[in-house]
């Protein structure tokens, strides 16, 4: 059958420490240029994210 690309997906991980506390982690080391433009656009999708969610946020608070 012919194969296409249906969807994307970013995933989120968290590390965590031995009493299951998120924990730090080192950053990611970006080499290529396609990592440093993913990189960009991953945080600008969490700016808007955060943006968005402040709005909601505010609303919510009249």
Do not use: F, I, W
């Not at 031995?18 to 990611?28: A, D, F, K, M, N």
């Not at 994210?49 to 608070?61: I, K, N, P, V, Y």
């Amino acid at each position: 059958g012919e194969r296409r690309v249906t969807s994307t997906a970013y995933l989120v991980y968290v590390a965590l420490d031995e009493s299951g506390r998120p924990t730090p982690v080192p950053p990611l080391e970006l080499v290529s240029d396609e990592e440093r433009r993913r990189a960009m656009e991953a945080e600008r999708r969490r700016a808007e994210r955060l943006t968005r969610r402040e709005a909601e946020d505010a609303s919510r608070a009249r």
